[in-house]
């Protein structure tokens, strides 16, 4: 039974490890988006950058998810095999 908890501690710390950036603030005024430009451009651009990262880590978790699917599907089909 050990060594069915260890794997679903794995899984929950590679999901919460793909955390959405938050979303950049833009004010409504236009006043205070001339005012603020340069770091709400510098905010933006960092939003950018991470949610590339929150897509890459969501296609990496992705793979390892289908990966592991199919090992479970042919530790089933032992399973059966065996208790057939």
């Known amino acids: 039974m050990l060594g069915l908890v260890v794997p679903l501690a794995s899984i929950g710390q590679i999901a919460n490890a793909c955390t959405a950036p938050e979303r950049p603030f833009l004010p409504e005024r236009p006043e205070d988006i001339r005012e603020y430009a340069d770091l709400l ?35 089933y089909g032992r399973l059966v095999e065996i208790l057939e």
């Open 41 to 75: 451009r510098s905010d933006f651009e960092g939003y950018i950058a991470d949610i590339q990262e929150y897509f890459r880590c969501l296609d990496a978790e992705r793979a390892r998810a289908f990966q592991e699917a199919r090992e479970v599907s042919e530790d």
